[in-house]
């Protein structure tokens, strides 16, 4: 079973907009606090990982907006590592209204892995172990 790390934020008034809901590129943003948590949870941050010169940028993300956040809501972000491959890494999302846990928002972000430059390049093994023990 994938492993599953949990993360929490709080709603802040900047996140809003006028009529006091979250504005929807924000939840890319807790999925971002929440991979970065979920790797440091793992042993390795992504700060380490670069200067061992990993990049993993964003070539994909996906969100599906399914009720809305609002100021000061508690949300639960979810993260699983959902696929691994040689050369690129999925993560899964789920945020979830922490007092009633309904369904917010359900997204993916695919990551390749690239050298300095930004040239694929494959996950190297150290890595590798690491990620296949969160499938």
Request: glycine share 6%; aromatic share 10%.
């Amino acid at each position: 079973m994938a492993r599953l790390f949990l993360s929490r934020q709080r709603v802040r008034y900047a996140e809003t907009d006028q009529m006091g809901v979250v504005y929807h590129a924000n939840y890319l943003v807790w999925f971002e606090a929440a991979r970065g948590e979920f790797c440091r949870d793992l042993g390795v941050s992504v700060p380490a990982m670069e200067a061992s010169g990993v990049m993993l940028p964003v070539v994909e993300a996906r969100c599906r907006y399914k009720r809305s956040a609002r100021y000061d809501d508690l949300i639960r972000v979810e993260t699983v590592l959902a696929e691994l491959k040689s050369h690129s890494l999925t993560f899964r999302y789920r945020a979830l209204r922490d007092d009633d846990g309904a369904l917010l928002v359900e997204g993916t972000t695919r990551h390749g892995f690239c050298d300095r430059q930004g040239r694929l390049i494959r996950c190297p093994e150290a890595y590798q172990a690491l990620f296949e023990s969160c499938l």
